[in-house]
């Protein structure tokens, strides 16, 4: 029997799946809490300080999170990351790939050119013969089988291909740490004269820290021109559109090598956190707040420009 108070409780049920049905589907877009990651690389650690610093400034309440590669990917299709200015292309194609083809996760714009990234030896022992990687077999005893790599996750390149039976490395081992623990072992190699193959990229102040040459022979698994690659921001699905000011400054967001070296050598050289090589950077380089800024406000609507040349002075 239909009663105005029996149609006025299915009424009520069904508004309240409805509501309920739509909460659950609704996209989780906090735009004042920014969450951003990297992989523990300086030079993720240096464009994800920069952005943090201009999303404080603006008004957002940004935060760095240092994860494992597959973690952050991970989290970034969970919802749990929105940014990472990070996707090296070609090198982490492999790893992103999957997100990318199921809308996961969106590149927003690319923020850098002229990167690389493969292996490398020191230069003496490039000039000992050591120009391909598929040298390194030929001096097993002196290498001591070993290939010096990233945290675990980052490494799945050079593991893959030696699981192939690529470049005659059978047997050898990928030493997994992180890019501290593989400059370290550069380094402590490099005083005693010592034989050993790492894994290295530019933009970093290796490149100018350590006499060192890169690996031909790896265009089939890194690409070409050693690794040759472009950098992009990336953001979970919808977060741009759905966080439309901060989206544009991440679309506007691009680096320079010689910034990106600059702001490395302060954090490992000099000891600079991330907000401090960033801001002395953007000091050098205050053009850059131009472009960065470029229709973009603060948070509470004001134009973002003059708040970052007056913290920049500051």
């Known amino acids: ?15 309240s799946l409805f509501i309920s049905t739509a909460a659950m589907s609704a996209p989780n877009f906090d735009c004042h809490k920014i969450r951003l990651a990297e992989p523990g690389w300086t030079d993720l650690a240096y464009t994800s300080g920069v952005t943090q ?6 008004g957002y309440d940004a935060s760095v999170d240092i994860l494992g590669m597959t ?12 940014v990472m200015m990070g996707y090296w292309d070609p090198a982490m194609d492999a790893y992103i790939h999957p997100y990318l083809e199921n809308g996961s996760i969106e590149v927003i714009a690319q923020n850098l050119a002229g990167a690389k990234y493969t292996y490398a030896v020191p230069q003496y022992v490039y000039d000992a013969g050591v120009t391909d990687i598929n040298d390194l077999h030929k001096y097993a005893d002196k290498f001591k089988s070993r290939l010096y790599g990233l945290e675990p996750g980052s490494n799945n390149i050079i ?3 030696i699981e192939e039976g690529k470049y005659n490395l059978a047997g050898w ?41 890169y690996l031909k022979g790896t265009d089939d698994t890194y690409g070409p021109n050693f ?48 907000e401090e090589a960033a801001k002395k950077t953007i000091q050098a380089n205050p053009e850059m707040l131009n ?4 229709g973009v406000k603060t948070r509470s609507g004001d134009d973002a ?9 500051s």
């Not at 009663?3 to 009520?12: A, H, L, M, Q, V």
């Not at 610093?53 to 603006?58: F, M, R, T, V, W």
């Not at 420009?305 to 002075?313: A, D, G, S, T, V």
């Open 227 to 274: 690794g040759g690659a472009t950098v992009h921001t990336t953001a979970r699905k919808g977060f741009a559109s759905h966080c439309p000011n901060v989206g544009k400054l991440l679309e506007n967001m691009t680096f320079t090598l010689d910034m990106e070296n600059i702001g490395m050598s302060y954090i490992l050289n000099e000891g600079m956190s991330t």
């Open 291 to 294: 472009t960065w800024l470029n």
């Open 159 to 161: 593991i893959d291909a």
């Open 71 to 82: 973690v952050m990917l991970e989290s970034m299709k969970n919802k749990d990351i929105d």
């Open 53 to 58: 610093l201009l999303l404080n400034q603006l």
């Open 1 to 15: 029997m239909n009663t105005p108070k029996s149609n006025y409780i299915r009424c009520g049920i069904l508004s």
């Open 173 to 213: 081992k990928v030493v997994e740490s992180s890019e501290q623990g593989m400059l370290s072992q550069l380094r402590r190699a490099v005083r005693r004269s010592q034989w050993i193959a790492f894994q290295a990229w530019a933009p970093h102040p290796m490149n100018v820290n350590f006499d060192i040459a």
């Open 305 to 313: 420009l003059p708040i970052l040349q007056r913290y920049i002075q």
